[in-house]
């Protein structure tokens, strides 16, 4: 019998302010069998070293113009 992933979006184009915050809390809440998928308005360069120190596995699309897709997991 195979493990199920469930798979939860965080759209940061759609939060006022700075999105890190959110985002850290999603990473936090992020359990083995999840992947978070975050969109974003730009490529988010700087948070690829947040989630390589806290082991995280990822991989980025671009989906548009104004269109970033990161999908996150935990290896």
Do not use: C, K, Q
Request: charged residues 30%; without cysteine; hydrophobic residues 35%.
């Amino acid at each position: 019998m195979g493990t199920t992933t469930t798979e939860t979006t965080l759209d940061v184009r759609e939060i006022d302010g700075p999105p890190f915050g959110p985002i850290s809390d999603a990473l936090e809440a992020l359990e083995a069998d999840e992947r978070l998928r975050l969109i974003a308005g730009f490529e988010p360069v700087p948070l690829y070293e947040v989630l390589e120190e806290r082991g995280l596995s990822f991989e980025t699309e671009r989906s548009g113009e104004n269109e970033w897709h990161v999908l996150i997991e935990r290896p």
